[in-house]
């Protein structure tokens, strides 16, 4: 197993419905044991450099997956997906 980060981005003008919220809760007990750290939902950010995506972090979290592929396919229930929101998958390479 390896671990991966979850990067959120999503529009930060926009909040979340309750709907959503719910959602993200429901998609987050579904990770199960996959999930090793919840992460947080991120406030105010600054992006140095340039980047192609108008959408900010927005929030992360760490999963444990067989690979890139396995932790993808995690990552495709995010209900953020579902309202213009991007996810990230990273794997973490330990230092």
């Given at each position: 197993?390896?671990?991966?980060?979850?990067?959120?981005?999503?529009?930060?003008?926009?909040?979340?419905?309750?709907?959503?919220?719910?959602?993200?809760?429901?998609?987050?007990?579904?990770?199960?044991?996959?999930?090793?750290?919840?992460?947080?939902?991120?406030?105010?950010?600054?992006?140095?450099?340039?980047?192609?995506?108008?959408?900010?972090?927005?929030?992360?979290?760490?999963?444990?997956?067989?690979?890139?592929?396995?932790?993808?396919?995690?990552?495709?229930g995010?209900?953020?997906?579902?309202?213009?929101?991007?996810?990230?998958?990273?794997?973490?390479?330990?230092?």
């Amino acid at each position: 197993m390896s671990a991966f980060v979850f990067a959120f981005r999503n529009d930060p003008a926009v909040n979340a419905t309750e709907e959503q919220v719910a959602a993200w809760g429901a998609w987050f007990q579904n990770l199960d044991s996959a999930l090793t750290d919840m992460g947080s939902r991120v406030g105010a950010t600054k992006l140095l450099g340039t980047s192609a995506g108008a959408n900010a972090l927005s929030g992360y979290a760490l999963v444990d997956a067989a690979d890139l592929t396995a932790a993808t396919a995690l990552a495709e229930g995010c209900p953020g997906l579902s309202y213009g929101g991007s996810v990230e998958v990273g794997e973490v390479i330990p230092m």
